[in-house]
Every structure is written in C-alpha cells, then in structure tokens.
C-alpha cells in the first residue's frame, strides 16, 4: 500500500469513456471489441478489460486496459519501472500506450490473485506458493542497483519519505480515533526505526508486494504475474517480505510468518545475494521494517476512506493493527538497545491511549 494523492477529473466518465474507446478502436483497427471497468484499487487510476471477438462473435484475445487521466507522471513511471523489471520477473507486456492522453493496453494475466490461490489451500500448497513468491522477489533483488539509478532513476526510500509515510499514522489515524499523539515517544520511535532501516541491506523494493498485486498467469501457471509496481524505490531488503507475510488481506499464525522468514535468508544465502549475516537478524530488520509499514498503511485506510469515500479499507485495519502490536512488542523485547529504548514505552502509550480508544471506534463493525 503506497501514499497516492487525489485525483482532479476534469472529463466527465462518459466523455473520458468515449476518448477511451476511440483510442482503442485506432489501436484495434476493424476489430469488434467489449470493454468492462473492473474494480479500482487505493489509486486514482481506472482499469478495463478489453474482449477482442472475431466475426463469429468468439472471444479471441483479452487485455487489460489502464486509464490514468491525471496521472500521467505515474503512468510512465510504471512503463519506466516495468521496463527494468521485465528481464527478471513476469510483469505484463505493454500492448499500446498513449502518454499524452494517459492510455496504456496490458497484457491480462487473468482473474485469480495470489490470494484466491491461497482459499481452501492445503497448508503444503499454501507454503509453495509463498515459496514461488519468494523466489520470485529474489529474482527481483537480482537486480542491480545501479542500473536501477542510472538508466531508471527510481528514487531512494530516504529519510523523508520514510518519514512522510509514517506520518500519515499521526496525521490520519490519530485524529480519526480521537486522540493526541505523544510527540515526544512518536519521534524518538521515528528515529530509532529510520537509523536501522537506512542500515539494511538495499534493493530494489516493490512498495507494494502482496496477495493482491500478485497473480496467477493465465498463460504459464507456475509463474506468478507481478503487478502495481509503479512506486518501486531503491530500499530495504526487507520491506517487501514483510509486505508479503504480513499482508493487510491474508493472516498467517506468526510461527508459520518465522519460518517463511528464516526460509528466505536462506534462499538469499542460496542465491549469494547481499543479506545479513543471520536467520535472527533478518527477522529483527522484518519486524522494525513492518512497524513503519504498518503505522503507514493505518493512515492510508483512514484516509481512502475519509478523504476519498473508500470505506471497504476500514475493515482490514484490525488485521494490520495486530501486526504493529506484535512487531512493536517483538522490538521492545528483542529489538536493539536503541529500538528497545524507544519501541518500550510508545507500546506502553499506545496500549494505555491508542488501543482503548481504537477498539471503541472499531468494536462494534470490525472486531
């Protein structure tokens, strides 16, 4: 879950439907065509799924079609960021675009998420197909860095983003539960958690790494299809595993979350790819890296529901708010003097103010 802004339309859907559906007939020239809107996500951005019919009225070819009206700069950062992914993961091929007008045609990997794979799973299905998504983030990781900067200029996860996002905690979901946040605890446990993230090893970082941005191929099953990757940084390389196995959607018991960390640092041994020297290091870096992700996704749910009338987010925060009280208690035990000296007392502050007036505001619909 990444921090998008809002949007300011200025065509009307019907207008912005018809300029749409004119581009695609110069695109598909002399080919019969049905066009459904699919399901937005948290951005601005809306999706189609364009249907290619032969003369018999048989369906020969799907794609996927993304308008991003007002998001031009971010439509060509996922063009940008696509293109250097392309040669190690499966991220969709680009069919058309058109820039200007903010019209890009995908290739469609089908309908089933990584997290309709994972219903009525058995539990040696479910750990394959964590497996699979592990290796896949390793190839991602693969990467160079380097290139990353130089011939795609993906940004740093720096200090100021780092600390933009982790704002959206004080700024969002603070007021929203009616309460004031402790400056002082909240700054020294900003700084405690960016001094150790800045620390870890750095990749190439998804942002956005979870059962819904992943897919089942249509085309090739036993590869997964890689999407959403638009706001991908230069980072920590640990921030996508903990997107991954402590997804907002899908809740695993935490020994089970352990185990899949503990494999991963050995396939990145395997892999001879830069990492920490220990199983049990990696798990500290996963759980510092999981509080400012999970203090990030609790305000982006406020907010896509109080600011852009989004309100089926609100019923995945107690999942998310159980993740940040077991990292942040995990690093008041076993975190470093530093992290213990500032996880400490802001779970105290948040178990004393924050989870009394929390469950209050969520008891009766979430809970």
């Known amino acids: 879950m990444t921090d998008k802004t809002p949007s300011t339309t200025h065509l009307t859907a019907n207008t912005r439907k018809q300029q749409l559906e004119k581009w695609l007939q110069q695109i598909f020239v002399n080919q019969d065509f049905t066009l459904d809107s699919l399901p937005g996500d948290a951005s601005a951005r809306q999706y189609h799924r364009i249907q290619l019919s032969n003369s018999n009225n048989d369906s020969i070819e799907r794609y996927i079609v993304m308008d991003s009206a007002d998001e031009q700069e971010a439509l060509q950062q996922f063009i940008n960021v696509g293109k250097l992914m392309s040669p190690a993961i499966n991220v ?20 089933i998420e990584f997290a309709h794979l994972l219903i009525d799973a058995t539990p040696t299905q479910v750990n394959n197909y964590y497996q699979l998504a592990m290796h896949t983030l390793l190839a991602l990781q693969k990467l160079p860095v380097a290139t990353a900067k130089t011939q795609h200029q993906l940004p740093d996860y720096d200090t100021a983003l780092l600390t933009r996002e982790m704002d959206l905690f004080s700024d969002w979901f603070i007021p929203y539960i009616g309460v004031n946040i402790d400056k002082i605890l909240w700054e020294n446990l900003k700084e405690a958690l960016i001094a150790e993230i800045l620390t870890q090893p750095q990749v190439i970082v998804h942002r ?21 990757f638009q706001d991908a940084v230069i980072g920590a390389y640990s921030y996508d595993l903990v997107s991954l196995v402590r997804d907002a959607y899908v809740e695993w018991p935490e020994r089970q979350v352990t ?11 395997q ?28 305000g982006i749910f406020v ?6 009338g989004k309100s089926r987010y609100l019923a995945d925060i107690p999942k998310v708010m159980r993740d940040l009280m077991f990292e942040l208690e995990w690093l008041a035990a076993h975190g470093s003097d530093n992290m213990q000296q500032a996880a400490l007392p802001f779970n105290v502050w948040i178990q004393d103010r924050i989870l009394p007036a929390y469950q209050l505001k969520f008891a009766q619909q979430y809970i």
């Open 208 to 228: 956005d790494y979870h059962s819904r941005n992943l897919m089942q191929d249509q085309a090739a099953h036993s590869r997964l299809g890689v999407i959403d």
């Open 259 to 269: 185990h899949w960390i503990y494999d991963f640092w050995q396939l990145q041994q």
């Open 92 to 111: 969709p091929d680009f069919i058309a675009q058109d820039l200007e007008q903010g019209f890009l045609v995908l290739q469609d990997f089908g309908t």
């Open 303 to 308: 907010r896509l529901y109080e600011r852009d």
């Open 271 to 298: 892999s001879e790819l830069q990492t920490v020297s220990s199983a049990a290091q990696l798990e500290n870096d996963v759980n510092v890296m999981g509080v400012q992700r999970h203090l990030k996704v609790l």
